[in-house]
């Protein structure tokens, strides 16, 4: 395609080289490959289990380290697919009769089963109030039905609480005694659990450039609280997807999509976030998304077992390590035999490094231990052993879109995973020397996704980088956990914040 000078202008703008522009065209063109999975990790084959001992061994290690630490979490979702079904439910409802026949139809069966909960919401009390005022109705006098009726129209009207267009980490999701707390402030707490070193925090969200100044606002208010509370000190950055991460829509046809006579590019996924991460200086990174935090009744719990991650990578990088400095000031068949022989027991990887040179390249790499969850039916994706685009055989995380859910062998291995990937990590990213790895040189850029969407009325194809814990680390050395499912606790509708892990302990 022949660019014009408007459109060289909007590259120019967003830091996109004609290069890049045209390798995403023709990725477009000639499609993503599937991945080819072996087999899935599983306990004793790519998965740790941690006995009780082991656990207590792992948060003693990193209790120990001096190591500085930083908790970054990605928050620059919008809380709209959290309202997805009541938007859907109240767009049908023209009044209270249409809304109780629609309500009895197949897919709004969790909106039905959870009316008469509605009141355990952390924010219902601000529901409640403006049901008062809007409506002018004492909502004792409701019946189950008419006040969530009442109750829709006051989260989603955009007059009122309009709660689907927040961004998800600033929505109530917990209650202590009527004092109604954000995943954004729980995430505070959480750092002081486990992400601090002395009395000194430092987090990092990604958010939306729209929506950074709620997020500084709300820390600003609550900060006193927290650090008198904590006796913590509290630091925050924030940082948001680069425009030069966007990528072109293409139609049907594979060309380029222009809406209002402009090239129309979208965010390139959470995959662009390798680049934010790569501005962070610490040696310990803990990654967790905004909405996988659980009431403080769970802290505890939670705590202990991201200190055991966290205690399994320093343990894990301080062997690797010490493989290194032997290899470059000893490079002796004993030392260069251990560190065959490791990376053949950590890793599978059964190709011949015969020297210290590239024994050493194969180790020198940025680390990550990922906790991992029983499968129990949830979407998304797994921990298998497939081998990565170098051929080196690896412990992935692998979503359902990279899958061929068509071959029949690939559907085998995959109904047989044991696992499933909450986003628990926590990452390595400096080297023996203290140097911070460059991670873009760590993606495999063959990881992407491209998908079909609507804009306007128009059908188009979506681009989306590598994914941050997929193809985005794929050449990172990995090492899975299993983590028990009371640590993982996501919201991705709003009635999620009814499981017992989200409500205060009876």
């Known amino acids: 395609m022949k660019l014009n000078e408007k459109d060289q202008e909007l590259l120019n703008k967003k830091k996109i080289s004609i290069n890049q522009f045209n390798q995403q065209i023709e990725t477009f063109k000639k499609g993503i490959s599937t991945v080819e999975l072996i087999r899935p990790a599983s306990i004793n084959d790519g998965i740790l289990h941690l006995t009780k001992e082991a656990i207590n061994h792992y948060v003693d290690v990193y209790n120990a380290t001096p190591l500085e630490v930083v908790k970054f979490t990605p928050a620059s979702g919008a809380a709209t697919r959290m309202f997805k079904k009541l938007h859907q439910l109240m767009s049908l409802s023209e009044d209270f009769e249409a809304f109780e026949k629609n309500l009895n139809k197949k897919e709004f069966k969790e909106i039905l089963q959870s009316i008469n909960s509605l009141e355990s919401l952390a924010f219902y009390p601000l529901v409640e109030k403006v049901i008062s005022s809007e409506f002018k109705v004492p909502t004792l006098s409701l019946s189950e039905n008419k006040k969530a009726y009442y109750a829709f129209q006051v989260m989603l009207n955009q007059n009122l609480l309009n709660l689907a267009n927040l961004p998800k980490g600033l929505i109530y999701f917990h209650n202590y005694n009527e004092d109604l707390k954000t995943p954004f402030e729980e995430h505070f707490y959480e750092a002081n659990a486990y992400a601090k070193k002395g009395n000194e925090a430092l987090l990092h969200f990604t958010v939306s450039p729209k929506h950074q100044g709620k997020f500084e606002k709300k820390f600003e208010e609550i900060k006193p609280h927290l650090q008198k509370n904590t006796q913590t000190n509290f630091t925050v950055e924030y940082s948001y997807q680069a425009e030069s991460t966007d990528t072109i829509a293409v139609d049907l046809d594979n060309n380029p999509v222009k809406i209002d006579h402009q090239l129309y590019f979208r965010p390139g996924g959470h995959g662009a976030l390798i680049e934010n991460l790569n501005t962070v200086n610490a040696s310990i990174i803990f990654i967790k998304n905004i909405d996988n935090i659980p009431h403080r009744d769970g802290l505890a719990n939670n705590s202990t077992y991201k200190k055991a991650l966290a205690g399994v990578l320093i343990e894990k990088q301080n062997q690797i390590f010490n493989l290194i400095r032997k290899l470059r000031v000893q490079p002796s068949n004993e030392w260069i035999k251990k560190a065959q022989e490791f990376i053949q027991n950590e890793f599978k990887d059964e190709n011949y490094y015969p020297n210290a040179t590239e024994l050493i390249e194969r180790l ?87 998908t079909e969407k609507s804009v306007g009325g128009m059908e188009i194809k979506a681009l989306e980088l590598p994914g941050l814990w997929n193809g985005a680390m794929e050449y990172w050395n990995t090492f899975f956990v299993e983590v028990p499912l009371s640590t993982f606790c996501p919201v991705k509708s709003v009635f999620d914040l009814l499981h017992p892990m989200h409500l205060a302990n009876s």
Do not use: Y
């Open 364 to 450: 020198n790499r940025p680390i990550r231990v990922c906790g991992m969850v029983e499968n129990t039916g949830a979407p998304g994706g797994g921990p298998f052993w497939m081998k990565n685009g170098k051929d080196e055989m690896s412990l992935q995380i692998v979503e359902k879109a990279q899958m061929n859910t068509q071959d029949l062998k690939q559907k085998k291995i995959i109904e047989m995973a044991t696992h499933f990937n909450p986003v628990d990590l926590v990452c390595g990213v400096k080297d023996v020397d203290g140097n911070k790895f460059d991670l873009t040189n760590f993606v495999n850029h063959e990881r992407g996704f491209i």
